[in-house]
């Protein structure tokens, strides 16, 4: 059997110990002095010898808060906030958004959650309202459908599966997290052709959400956030929708269902 040969310790020398240790004394000596110079007290030299042992890949709120406080030592400027008050405000604002967005989902606004179809016979369009096509030939994608119809439960305060004109601007608002104002909600139940009388019901209500995702998805949507999983609708549509003006030439289509296939 061979042998282990078993690797021998480097001895270091007591000479280059202390040599090191004086290095590390003369450097800490020289930081002091600089600091005595900028001003700096005993306090505030502890409290940054702290912070210099916290590892800089861990994000510590209360680190940087007194790493600030070291730079910036004197009081809030006139005019400005103290600190104390911006930390109230933050939590209120914070109280506030669990309030009113309990429902929170990772979605982005998307062309491609929905795809709107055509009938095999073109002739049925002239019997269908812009309701009717919608709840018959919109095809919402089922985890998007899923988020709207919690949205429509939170809302249905009635309890009747069936949400009001007022209801209807409240549960868009909360799916659009307040980012949509009274004119594009207006200009949406005009292109559906929803009355303030009308009553929603879920089937309404879901293929009126994807549709507003589609129709205003360039509000929301700038040239730098834009992907292309996002921007193309699917291709079955594509190919529906192609040369749609000359396909409906011939039928007496409602001029209300006109103008929604023509926006999709």
């Not at 949205?151 to 980012?179: C, P, V, W």
């Not at 949507?221 to 529906?240: N, Y």
Request: proline share 3%; glycine share 2%; with cysteine.
């Amino acid at each position: 059997m061979p042998r282990k040969v078993r690797k021998q310790k480097v001895k270091r020398h007591p000479t280059d110990r202390q040599d090191k240790a004086k290095e590390t004394t003369q450097k800490k000596k020289k930081k002091k002095k600089k600091r005595r110079k900028e001003g700096w007290s005993d306090k505030e030299e502890d409290k940054q010898a702290k912070l210099s042992t916290a590892s800089p890949l861990v994000y510590d709120p209360e680190a940087v808060l007194q790493e600030l406080l070291l730079r910036h030592p004197d009081g809030p400027v006139d005019g400005e906030e103290s600190l104390e008050e911006l930390r109230s405000q933050l939590f209120e604002r914070q109280k506030l958004h669990a309030k009113y967005h309990s429902i929170t989902t990772r979605t982005c606004v998307s062309k491609k959650i929905c795809r709107f179809e055509l009938p095999m016979d073109l002739r049925e369009l002239e019997t269908l309202s812009p309701q009717t096509y919608l709840k018959k030939y919109c095809r919402v994608c089922r985890r998007r459908r899923n988020v709207y119809i919690k949205i429509f439960t939170k809302f249905d305060h009635r309890q009747k599966m069936l949400l009001s004109f007022k209801e209807m601007e409240q549960a868009l608002n909360d799916l659009y997290m307040g980012n949509i104002d009274s004119k594009q909600f207006q200009w949406l139940m005009d292109l559906c052709d929803i009355q303030r009388q009308t009553d929603i019901d879920c089937d309404l209500f879901c293929s009126v959400c994807a549709l507003s995702e589609r129709v205003l998805y360039a509000d929301f949507v700038t040239d730098d956030m834009e992907e292309d999983d996002t921007r193309q609708k699917e291709l079955l549509e594509v190919a529906d929708f192609c040369s749609l003006l000359a396909k409906l030439y011939c039928h007496d289509i409602s001029p209300a269902l006109t103008r929604l296939l023509l926006k999709l």
